[in-house]
């Protein structure tokens, strides 16, 4: 009895293939009747004679396009086959291959690769025609996208920012050296075994005093200037200029800390430059004879590695 069953299984197996592949050939007969060969060797064509203009006529590289289009219309037929076995039935088939040998469906082969061309072509003509009325629907999109990364756009003189848990931080025990600017009244204590100075127009030429730890693609500045500005300004000013030089910018936190006795903001950042990946640690304070930015950065792998140290030079900052 199992036997018998299992042999009907097969029987049945085989009719449902049989079918399937009856569906199939069919498929492949109406694609053959529709003329795919000729839609596919027009649409080659269409696609030369839309790139010939801007190739100036290069043949070499008019025939790699054919040559890519061709591989394309060939890859196509077998997914068209696909296509029309999931979306028609075997009946659905047979009506189309009876329509296709009546004499309406017989002229409608013989111009579709026609219509094909003259449809690329209209809307090639269109596209080239309108393209002015394209710059100008896309023009305020583009400047409304720039604007968003304006000083004006970012610059919010009402903004308050949170307290940070911790919020209280001191210059580190470990940082036994320190730099005391020249020009302003701050003073930068580090810990000279994890930090070397650096000459600032290697990396900054507007930076009061720069830092850089030997090895690693990890660096830290402070820039000072006798200009009065709040903190809402000083965010604004950073984020534009981060802006105007990197990409996939993404702020992961803001707030308020007090370091040494003095208030100040935080701001943690990614972004990448040239596909180079780079994260910031930085600080922003405003005092009462000017601006003062700690800013910290590096190479993102880095940067994870050589945190605790990034967070210790920070926190080295004092204001005289």
Known sequence: MKLKFIVLLMLLGNINYAFSQTKAEKIHKLLEACDYNAIGEQMVESYGKIYEKQLNGNQDALEAIKDWSKEGTEAMFDSLVLIYDRLF??????????????????KIIELTPTIMDLTTQAGHNWAEANAPLLEEKLQP????????????????????????????????????SGFKSEQFPYTIHYDEKIWTELDCNKINGMADACFYIEGEDTFSMIIAENEEGDLPYLKAAALVNVYKVASDVVV???????????????????????DYELSYYNYYLSTDWGMIQVISFGGKEGFKKQFDNIVDMNNGIVVD
């Open 89 to 106: 039935t075997k009946q659905d088939i047979d009506d189309m291959l009876d329509f296709y040998d009546t004499e309406v469906g017989k």
């Open 252 to 274: 992961k936190e803001v707030g308020m800390l007090e370091v040494n006795g003095q208030e100040l903001l935080k701001m943690e950042m990614d972004a990448s430059i040239n």
């Open 141 to 176: 999109i583009i400047e409304a996208e720039k604007n968003k990364y304006s000083f004006e756009s970012l610059y919010n003189p009402d903004e308050e920012f949170k307290k940070l848990n911790p919020y209280t931080f001191s210059t580190p025990q470990k940082a036994k």
